[in-house]
């Protein structure tokens, strides 16, 4: 299970915001992650890269990958006001990328991004 629960300012390297997410694994230990839109933007490119049937390169009524809230082009993408903006079709978009066919939503990729990483335990204070 996946929740995005809540958006957080960074300022190291630069002003940025991270989503929380809450990641349950199927052996019921649970984490708390972070991540920036830039890392689900890039994870997006990779599914579509890796399964371009299911990313409807073909035929668009065949894509089952979820569509990922657009880049904010020509603004300023590090306001909350975008970050917030996100939150909620960040977390549906979580929740469709876990509920897919197992060849997808298990493949290596999918796992990285949601495995915790050395940052992910101890999180910069604003």
Known sequence: EVKVLDVQKRR??????????????????TEVIYRRYS??????MQMLDKFPMEGGQKDPKQRIIPFLPGKILFRRSHIRDVAVKRLIPIDEYCKALIQLPPY?????????????????LSPPKE
């Open 12 to 29: 190291i390297p630069n002003k940025h915001y991270v989503y929380i997410i809450k990641v349950t694994w199927s052996n019921g230990a």
């Open 104 to 120: 997808i939503s298990q493949c290596e990729e999918v796992l990285q991004f949601f495995e915790t990483r050395p940052d992910d």
């Open 39 to 44: 890392k689900f933007f890039d994870l997006q």
